[in-house]
């Protein structure tokens, strides 16, 4: 099993976002602070701003949400996804781009992702399945 520690802005925005639209469950949640969901063999750690994973560094940084960093989901119809987000009110920087080894489409709705600039990644694997990546 895989255990990835995530910042996010808003813990229980982001147990809903992942349950809800990418097929987790809520394994056990610590308030507003930090909560872990589960899918297939994957923990995912959502640190939230009370967590002691945003308190500050020794030069005085503070751990935040953002970056380029992905959450990849396997999802067997990327254009069906995308379409229920969008319904769902998540939006997107670009429409789905395809190329040789993937197709994409960036997220940009901070609150229904739990972080700032977010994006969803599908890449074709070698069977032919269709991945999807949360996260920013």
């Known amino acids: 099993m895989a255990t990835v520690r995530y910042l996010v802005r808003d813990v229980d925005a982001a147990i809903s976002f992942y349950t809800e639209h990418f097929g987790f469950a809520l394994e056990q949640q610590m308030g507003p602070a930090f909560a872990i969901v589960a899918r297939d063999d994957l ?44 319904k769902a009110g998540v939006t997107f920087r670009n429409e789905i781009v395809t190329g040789p080894a993937e197709s994409r489409s960036f997220s940009t709705t901070a609150t229904a992702i739990p972080s700032s600039s977010s994006k969803l990644v599908s890449s074709r694997t070698r069977g032919g399945a269709r991945r999807i990546a949360c996260g920013g």
């Open 43 to 86: 923990l995912l750690w959502l640190s939230g701003p009370q967590s002691s994973a945003a308190r500050p560094m020794p030069d005085g940084r503070r751990p935040e949400p953002g970056g380029w960093n992905r959450l990849v989901v396997e999802v067997e119809d990327l254009e069906t996804k995308v379409a229920e987000l969008k």
